[in-house]
């Protein structure tokens, strides 16, 4: 059974910095886009960040290129997001998935997904 567990999400305020971390099992992604993705109350979820398997491609959504990182270490099955600057905006459950490309954006085919991880940022 597959299962991805994020952390790592916290209070933090404008400005400040939080590093989420992925960790997979049941089977291996290293063959696999990863993405990051977050879904803040009212809203539907978004994407965030995707990497590749190799972590040679790597795409962010507008709204986070230059502050946030995705990374991945296949050797450990787990996928990291490095976010600075935060913004009040930033506040969202963060969650991780299997990410693939479509002519309508980044989504994730995956059925099925963990229980996220909270950011909250203030102002």
């Known amino acids: 059974q597959v299962q991805l567990v994020e952390s790592g999400g916290g209070l933090v305020q404008a400005g400040g910095s939080l590093r989420l971390s992925c960790a997979a099992s049941g089977r291996t992604f290293s063959g696999y886009y990863m993405g990051w993705f977050r879904q803040a109350p009212g809203k539907e979820r978004e994407f965030v960040a995707a990497i590749s398997g190799s972590g040679r491609s790597i795409h962010y959504a507008d709204s986070v290129k230059g502050r946030f990182t995705i990374s991945r270490d296949n050797a450990k099955n787990t996928v990291y997001l490095q976010m600075n600057s935060l913004e009040p905006e930033d506040t969202a459950v963060y969650y991780c998935?299997?990410?693939?490309?479509?002519?309508?954006?980044?989504?994730?085919?995956?059925?099925?997904w963990g229980q996220g991880t909270q950011v909250t940022v203030s102002s």
């Open positions: 998935n299997v990410a693939e490309y479509r002519a309508t954006g980044w989504r994730s085919p995956a059925e099925g």
